[in-house]
T-cell receptor, first 112, second 118 residues
Framework: KQEVTQIPAALSVPEGENLVLNCSFTDSAIYNLQWFRQDPGKGLTSLLLIQSSQREQTSGRLNASLDKSSGRSTLYIAASQPGDSATYLCAARVGSWGKLQFGAGTQVVVTP | GAVVSQHPSWVICKSGTSVKIECRSLDFQATTMFWYRQFPKQSLMLMATSNEGSKATYEQGVEKDKFLINHASLTLSTLTVTSAHPEDSSFYIC??????????????FGPGTRLTVL
């Protein structure tokens, strides 16, 4: 069974610093991996989707990498802002119609 | 990205009553939708996979008679919590999977429904 782990569980950085969020998964035969953002009491917003054939995806200040051989994905957020404060979840899918397996999330606080 | 809505966004009910939560994909069709439950400070737990026109597939440990799922159209799935009890209080989130276009196989999530059972 696919297990997804996110470290650290919580992170606090001053505004302007780059954020590095880690996600590891046990089954390297993933179909794709998604990064989500969740604000308190809200649903999930999809940030980036990386297909298994891709090494990275970029959207604005966000960049996500995928290394299947080591079972890792990293989300980079450049020049963090207080508005980036949220919980970030990664989720891996095994098989094209498999279920998403979520990590527990990293709670990020960006202080002004 | 595609939009998924949920209604209501929050609901408070008395113990023993039933509550229905709607999940709609607003600008795309979804044969498959998913229902998750999230406890405070925890990640999402998949409850069931909702398939249009057929019975839902429930995860192990989820009571199908308590959590009734109906996926009657390609844009609407409903979750009914029957005879709700305080332990059913939670945050319920639905998700729909895009099956065409550039977002193929990407899951989009609704804003969630906060259920409080008194």
């Amino acid at each position: 069974k696919q297990e997804v782990t996110q470290i650290p569980a919580a992170l606090s950085v001053p505004e302007g610093e780059n954020l590095v969020l880690n996600c590891s998964f046990t089954d390297s035969a993933i179909y794709n991996l998604q990064w989500f953002r969740q604000d308190p009491g809200k649903g999930l917003t999809s940030l980036l989707l990386i297909q298994s054939s891709q090494r990275e995806q970029t959207s604005g200040r966000l960049n996500a990498s995928l290394d299947k051989s080591s079972g890792r994905s990293t989300l980079y957020i450049a020049a963090s802002q207080p508005g980036d404060s949220a919980t970030y979840l990664c989720a891996a899918r095994v098989g094209s119609w498999g279920k998403l397996q979520f990590g527990a999330g990293t709670q990020v606080v960006v202080t002004p | 990205g595609a939009v998924v809505s949920q209604h209501p966004s929050w609901v408070i009910c008395k113990s023993g009553t039933s509550v229905k939560i709607e999940c709609r994909s607003l600008d795309f069709q979804a044969t498959t939708m998913f229902w998750y439950r999230q406890f405070p400070k925890q990640s999402l737990m998949l409850m069931a996979t909702s398939n249009e026109g057929s019975k839902a597939t429930y995860e192990q440990g989820v009571e199908k008679d308590k959590f009734l799922i109906n996926h009657a159209s390609l844009t609407l799935s409903t979750l009914t919590v029957t005879s709700a009890h305080p332990e059913d209080s939670s945050f319920y989130i639905c998700s729909a999977r895009a099956e065409a276009g550039e977002s193929y196989n990407e899951q989009f999530f609704g804003p969630g429904t906060r259920l409080t059972v008194l």
